[in-house]
């Protein structure tokens, strides 16, 4: 099996083989052998060449997090033909869509839908624990979606599309 | 002794007080929202009721169905834990009222204490040096300009209701005054139901020491030494440890006597704390009492060997204190830390929600104070403290070293923790030499962080392709976002600009 990995950004090509109870691994042209013994959901032991590791793997909103020594690293495993279709997509959109980052509630709206708004003009404010966080617009341009006053919120939820 | 007490509380302290209460064979009741159907403390106690809806005002700070369920059940006493009623007069006085024993001061204590210009009035009068500024609600912005003109700016605005950094704001000059003025008050009536705002000069990067002190209902008030607790963000505390690095043995006395003083002048029973500010000539200057148990008691139970909770309950029961000044030994040191569901890349922005994976540190020298468990999810409606890491060892040094370990064996998924911040502070060179006042943590905080994730970079790599061949739970990220690098922050995330692909 062989598997684009991208980590911090950077691509790596992984081939993976079943070699009894160990893998061979090739990791950009570097071979060597895996011990990897799954130990619950979410939670890998992994010993390489006597390097022992304790992996876990956990999800964030969309974001998947493998912690290697509770250090976190965001992982993708990607098909390369779909890269450049995704670069051309972003570069010819103008429409800023803001995304709430985790749950909460939206306390105060302070513009209205059709509203022309300047950057960084606050827009709303939402409350998650007892703590106020203002989002504030990351475009000039006309609001022309919003999401209403005492809404909750769950992370990656649209919380306005400014134009 | 009582034979059954209600804890009118949630989250990690409702469990230390049920802990308590099962060491001395009393029945520990515990009180939930809807949120908390699940939460550990009910798991935990022997009985439990329902107060009501998620949201605090209408359950945790509800005091007629608190009160309603504790005569229900028949419980004696009545334990507030820290936060919600806990510093509630007028609930201590309805406790009486109905007959239940309040496990705290007398009303008329907290009220003076609660009400934090009152508090500085009879501190004056009895000799405790306090911080200049005034000690009346302020009436106007232009009040506010004219007494902050007269001790000099800085200066800080406070809630005269308030504690726990809620409606305090720093201002530098007068033309931030009104608006800040306006903010504190908004905020102090939104936490404490008054909006009542006072002013005092600013100490700049003081440290805050608080003095433990315990004082029976028989006329014995003794003090269990200082917590070091200026690591701080936000004016919320976010490490604690005993004893401080900055105060010696003389420095130590003073304040503990003054402490003793400040407790004796307000007529105090049962665990409280006094705040003091100290300034780099270590000239101390009274800041509130908390008059209740503290988020960070642990650090004072392991360096002098008490049980503090089991202690409150006793003086509650009317027992005299059998330890005397002269018995308190301090041994070893403890720091605590405070972990919170925050996200540290999000400016400590709360993030509550469900806990996929959860792996707690033991081992010598760790003590972990939790209300969660894997599996639960963390509420939005309360304080996003999850669980108190306590690291004890024979010295500073020997502490330090044991909270790093633990800080290794402890493992949060499914939600963003501060556990990071933890191994920074505690890697930090300054910090380990003890160079640390109330303006530390913004100063590491600015300071950025080191290169350190590189190394392991492949190992990620070849793990996320084994997770995907070995354990097929979770699926990979969504294809259509954008492309995986570093953790890139919430907060930038909050306000970037995304591509919309459906245009």
């Known amino acids: ?12 090509r992984i081939a993976l083989e079943r070699d009894g109870e160990n893998w061979k691994c090739e990791l950009d042209g570097v071979q060597f052998q895996l011990d990897a013994r799954p130990i619950r959901p979410g939670v890998i032991s992994l010993i390489v060449e006597g390097a022992a590791y304790e992996v876990k793997r956990d999800q964030l909103g969309n974001q998947t997090r493998l912690w290697i020594n509770n250090i976190p690293f965001i992982a993708e495993i990607t098909d390369p033909r779909s890269l450049s279709a995704r670069s051309r997509s972003a570069a010819t959109s103008t429409t800023a869509k803001l995304l709430a980052s985790m749950p909460g509630k939206v306390l105060r709206v302070m513009v209205s839908a059709m509203d022309q708004v300047e950057v960084g003009q606050a827009l709303l404010v939402i409350e998650a624990m007892k703590m106020q966080n203002e989002i504030k617009s990351p475009t000039k341009g006309i609001v022309e979606q919003l999401i209403t006053e005492g809404t909750y919120v769950n992370a990656g939820d649209v919380l306005a599309i400014v134009k | 002794m009582f034979t059954k007490i209600l804890i009118a509380n949630r989250g990690e302290i409702a469990v230390r007080i049920i802990r308590a209460c099962r060491e001395m064979g009393i029945i520990p009741v515990a009180i939930y929202s809807d949120a908390d159907r699940a939460a550990l403390h009910v798991r935990m106690a022997d009985e439990a009721y329902y107060i009501g809806p998620s949201p605090a005002p209408e359950s945790y700070l509800n ?5 309603t369920v504790a005569k229900r059940c028949r419980a004696e006493a009545l ?5 919600f009623l806990s510093e509630n007069s007028d609930f201590a006085e309805a406790c009486a009222i109905s007959g239940i ?79 800040a003025l306006e903010a504190a008050q908004s905020e102090a009536l939104r936490a404490f139901g008054n909006g009542d705002v006072y002013i005092e000069k600013a100490i700049l990067n003081p440290h805050h020491i608080e003095v433990q002190i315990l004082a029976d209902e028989h006329g014995n008030t003794i003090h269990l030494g200082e917590r070091e607790c200026s690591i701080q963000r936000r004016h919320q505390k ?23 003083r400040v407790a004796t002048a307000a007529n105090y029973t049962n665990a409280g704390t006094v705040e003091f500010l100290v300034d780099n000539a270590k ?32 003086i509650a029961a009317n027992e005299k204190l059998t330890v005397s000044q002269s018995v308190v030994q301090f041994r070893g040191h403890a720091i605590e830390c405070r972990v919170y569901a925050e996200d540290p890349d999000n400016r400590y922005f709360p993030s509550p929600g469900k806990i996929t994976l959860l792996e707690e540190p033991s081992g010598p020298g760790i003590r972990l104070d939790t209300g969660v468990y894997e599996g639960w999810t963390v509420p939005n409606d309360y304080d996003p403290l999850l669980a108190k890491l306590i690291g004890y060892g024979e010295n500073r040094e020997h502490a330090i070293s044991r909270l790093l370990r633990a800080l ?24 380990r030499a003890g160079k640390i006042d109330t303006g530390y943590l913004d100063r590491l905080l600015i300071s950025g962080v080191s290169g350190e994730n590189r190394e392991h970079e492949q190992v990620a790599a070849i793990a996320a392709a084994l997770f995907h061949v070995l354990d ?30 459906h245009e």
């Open chain 1, 1 to 12: 099996m062989i598997y684009n990995v991208s980590i911090a950004g950077r691509n790596s």
């Open chain 2, 63 to 67: 005091i007629d169905r608190i009160l």
């Open chain 2, 79 to 83: 334990h507030p834990g820290y936060g």
């Open chain 2, 101 to 179: 024993k309040f496990i705290g001061p007398s009303p008329a204590s907290m009220a003076l204490m609660g009400w934090k210009t009152k508090a500085r009035q009879q501190m004056e009068k009895s000799g405790v040096p306090c911080v200049p500024g005034n000690s009346q609600a302020l009436q106007s912005p232009e009040q506010a300009k004219q007494i902050a003109d007269h001790i000099g700016y800085p200066v800080m605005l406070k809630a005269a209701a308030g504690g726990g950094g809620k409606g305090m704001r720093l201002v530098s000059g007068p033309q931030q005054i009104q608006a």
């Open chain 2, 238 to 260: 976010v490490l604690e440890e005993s004893p401080s690095s900055f105060v010696d043995a003389d420095l130590r006395q003073r304040m503990g006597e003054a402490a003793v």
């Open chain 2, 283 to 314: 000239n101390f200057y009274f800041l509130e009492m908390n008059t209740r148990l503290q988020v960070e008691h642990p650090v004072t139970e392991l360096v002098t060997g008490l049980d503090l909770v089991r202690l409150q309950i006793k």
């Open chain 2, 408 to 431: 290794n064996e402890t493992f949060v998924g499914g939600i963003h923790t501060n556990l990071s911040l933890f191994r920074r502070i505690l890697n930090d060179p300054a910090f």
């Open chain 2, 472 to 501: 097929p739970t979770i699926k990979e990220g969504n294809k259509k976002k954008s492309p995986a690098g570093v953790l890139d922050s919430n907060w930038k995330r909050a306000s970037r600009i995304v591509p919309d692909s």
